[in-house]
């Protein structure tokens, strides 16, 4: 394990966070002058709607960090494309089904929780939000890709470029087209982020093409497995967040939803600044696994004694 890398990349994870917690905090301020309360807590419910749906990509994105990291200590680099490719085709498929399918229940939950003169606004950003969250959720595993690589810090620094590039583009959006402006800028932004990305890994990886195309069925099966795990223990979670403004909105209104978006988002930074840090060692100790699996204990005991 190389511990400069693994000390950068934990170093540019925290960065990440307060960074893009300054970021959120200017954005926020901006939507709430120029849309308002309810039109924030619109935006908030109908993207906490659609986040249910991301129960759909298996876990796959925590099973591309190991998988990746263990065919690079291999130097079976076919197979490190072929996990690339099959869970970014797994979860863009499965995925994008699921969202097909949900969408009229998503409607039907809109309908319940938002008063009926803001549904139309709400239903008109549904279908953005539901596209923005398919490419999202494709481009997490490319981001997991390069966390395999060890090179969290160009994901950090991509995610950074991203949430700035993402505050631009409402600048300019919002105060002319509403709320459809901020939807279209969290599309622009991930498909932005989604092909740099992909670019990043292609550089760190060449054998990847151009686009990818190969499904390979022994490591869909090596990962599903893994992944599941991951799933199954953040269940609970994915629906904490909707169902908590889903209630907001019906007994407390859209504007209260909106401030607890602002609130929950910066709790939610400060807790990451913690947990970043040791993801870091995720893929680091993944690589050890395969190279020295006896150093593993020492840093498992180093960690927790820092």
Known sequence: MQKRQVFRNAAFSVLQIVVISGVLFVLYRFLLDVLGAEQLGIWSLVLATTSVTQIANLGLSGSVVKFV?????????????????????????????????????????????????????ALSILPYAFLALWIMVITSIFQAGLD??????????????????????CLVLAPSKGLI???????????????????????SLPLLPIFPYQWNNRLFREIIAYG???????????????????????????????????????????RALIVSANQVLVPAIADLQERTPEKIQSIDSQRYRE
Not at 86 to 111: C, E, H, K, M, Q
């Open 69 to 121: 990291a263990k065919y690079i200590a291999r130097e079976e680099n076919e197979n490190v494309s072929g996990v690339i490719q099959t869970a970014a085709l797994s979860v863009g498929v499965f995925v994008g089904l699921v969202l097909l399918l949900g969408y009229p229940f998503a409607r039907w939950i809109l309908a319940l929780v938002i008063p009926g003169g803001s549904l139309p606004l």
């Open 228 to 270: 599941l795990n991951f799933q199954i223990m953040s269940v609970t979670a994915m629906f904490y967040d909707p169902v908590t403004k889903a209630l907001l909105s019906k007994f407390g209104g859209l504007s209260m939803v909106g401030y607890y978006e602002m609130a929950s988002r910066m709790v939610q930074q400060s």
């Open 148 to 169: 395999g690589y060890q090179r969290i810090d160009f994901r950090s620094i991509l995610l950074i470029g991203g949430a700035v590039f993402h505050l631009l583009l």
């Open 181 to 203: 402006g901020v939807a279209y800028a969290r599309i622009i932004q991930n498909i932005a982020v989604l092909i740099i990305c992909w670019l990043l890994l292609k550089k």
